[in-house]
């Protein structure tokens, strides 16, 4: 199997997962069985893991978002465990990253109608364990998502 060939699929994939085998196999050479066959072997090897739609902010129901840094009292493998046992089950929190740097994690809180960070950061963020510090950035405007 070519690398090269592979890597082109993937590019392809990642930019428009929409597109079909025959626009793959035009794109990197191959006919539409082959490209098929090479974006099947690529799901089995874990190279593609899913697939998803990329929602407009609209059509997610126009929610207000917020990346919260959390510090966590220390970093020891259970602290952090523990932390992130309780931050999958969160509904609000669509992504949390390890950071390195100053804050520990970082969260992407999306809020919605009727909701109110404040509530969602008193009753749940403020509440998770091990946490020492929040420091809260309101979104104003999305650039780019891709």
Request: glycine share 6%.
């Amino acid at each position: 199997m070519s690398i090269t060939i592979e890597r082109r699929i993937l590019d392809l994939l990642a930019a428009n997962s929409d597109l079909t085998s025959a626009e793959l196999g035009d794109a990197v050479g191959l006919s539409a069985s082959a490209a098929h066959r090479r974006v099947a072997q690529l799901r089995e090897s874990g190279a593609i893991t899913g697939y998803r739609a990329v929602l407009s902010q609209a059509a997610r129901g126009d929610p207000s978002i917020v990346l919260v840094n959390v510090t966590l009292r220390d970093q020891r493998k259970e602290t952090m465990a523990a932390f992130e046992a309780v931050i999958v089950e969160c509904p609000q929190v669509v992504q949390c990253f390890l950071m390195s740097g100053e804050a520990d994690y970082m969260l992407h809180v999306e809020i919605r109608h009727g909701e109110t960070f404040e509530r969602i950061h008193r009753e749940t963020l403020s509440q998770l364990p091990g946490v020492t510090r929040l420091a809260s950035h309101f979104v104003i405007r999305e650039v780019i998502r891709r």
